[in-house]
């Protein structure tokens, strides 16, 4: 089988590069064999995401959960706080990612691109890339997009794997039985990282992610089980266990990440972009497979480094200084000025839910703060996390 462009993976960064290409008349071959399947993870889309998703998926396709607002506790403290998530700027919904994704694969399908279900067990690089997908006839791409994850079989082929430091381990339960129309979010700094509860339709997902040079996926899930214990919040549920990696790039890792090359290129989580801070991804990989079918619909011999410069200068800017600002947010001291902060002024709750709905970017975050004329309780967190930037 022969076509202009070959998609490796069929999540939403994949699906909706896919549908964009075949759209604008290119032959498109979207290649997963994983579908239908539920992802492991939050499954939070904020507005901007679903913006950007609009033109092929309605939200009312998605089965989503609409969040009321964003409960931050502190545990060893017995503190709280919380901020709304009900304004028309911060829309956050949570959908289930087995309906989410399917709709967006299906989406790919009905806008023209080929799609085969199968797992790519090896690509031979040249002109063209030659792809062998199990079960299934060899494909033959003018160019490549992979679209594979964070263990991306495209990434390993024409660059390297993300090391053991840039990755985050995540695990977690799914509590079924029981849900909410909140999500719950602690900093925890033992092992450094946080813990979450997402409500999805009919249960929580509940989880935690460290980086993985710093810890283990035991020592995180016997951490997040005392959480859970501590909390009470997966009471009567009954729990089934999960756990996947995150890439999670230090600001170094960004200036050096290989993101394309001849005749191929990366989105979403295969190119390692994830805010390294809250490690959303789905808005990233939605954007990064629009600019990626930007540059390729402009021409392929020049896609791979026209992709490249709009996303360092659109999307690694933005991660480069949320890594700076990282290890800040985990600290103890951090949480505790946060929750202060919080619990005395509006202002500062609605900088901290765009921040959670993803309408505020890192780098007007510090100038957002002092707006609020605030300013003992602005500068005291901002410069709780500067001090270890």
Request: proline letters at 4%; hydrophobic letters at 45%.
């Amino acid at each position: 089988m022969r076509c202009d462009v070959a998609v490796i993976g069929g999540g939403p960064a994949g699906s909706v590069a896919a549908a964009t290409l075949a759209r604008r008349g290119a032959r498109v071959v979207l290649i997963d064999g994983s579908h239908p399947r539920e992802k492991p993870c939050g499954g939070g889309y904020t507005g901007r995401a679903l913006a950007l998703i609009e033109p092929l998926v309605s939200t009312d396709a998605l089965e989503v959960t609409r969040i009321r607002e964003a409960r931050f506790l502190d545990t060893p403290r017995a503190r709280a706080a919380s901020v709304n998530l009900t304004t028309r700027d911060n829309t956050l919904v949570v959908a289930s990612r087995a309906r989410a994704d399917s709709a967006l694969f299906e989406a790919a399908g009905r806008a023209g691109a080929t799609i085969v279900r199968g797992r790519v067990t090896s690509i031979g690089p040249g002109r063209p890339h030659r792809i062998v997908v199990e079960r299934s006839a060899d494909i033959e791409a003018a160019f490549l997009i992979g679209a594979d994850g964070a263990n991306s079989l495209v990434r390993r082929t024409f660059s390297r794997p993300f090391r053991r430091s840039e990755l985050s381990v995540a695990t977690g339960f799914y509590a079924r039985g029981i849900s909410d129309d909140a999500i719950v979010l602690e900093m925890v700094d033992a092992p450094t990282g946080y813990i979450w509860s997402f409500p999805r339709n009919d249960h929580l997902a509940i989880g935690i992610c460290a980086q993985a040079g710093d810890t283990t996926v035991g020592e995180v899930r016997e951490a997040l089980t005392r959480w859970m214990t501590r909390t009470g919040i997966s009471r009567g549920a009954t729990l089934e266990p999960y756990s996947w990696p995150i890439p999670s790039l230090g600001e170094a890792d960004f200036a050096r990440v290989e993101l394309s090359g001849d005749g191929w290129l990366t989105i979403g989580d295969a190119a390692g972009l994830v805010d390294p801070i809250t490690r959303e991804g789905i808005f990233f990989a939605v954007q990064s497979a629009l600019f990626a079918a930007d540059a390729v619909s402009a021409g392929i011999a020049a896609a791979a480094a026209t992709y490249s410069r709009r996303v360092r200068e659109e999307i690694v800017a933005e991660l480069m200084l949320a890594a700076r600002l990282k290890a800040g947010f985990f600290r103890p001291r951090c949480t505790r000025l946060l929750l202060d902060a919080l619990s005395s002024s509006a202002k500062i709750q609605a900088v901290m839910a765009d921040l959670v709905a993803g309408t505020q970017p890192y780098r007007t975050l510090r100038r957002r703060l002092m707006a609020t004329m605030e300013f003992r309780l602005a500068w005291t967190w901002w410069r709780s996390i500067q001090r270890t930037a």
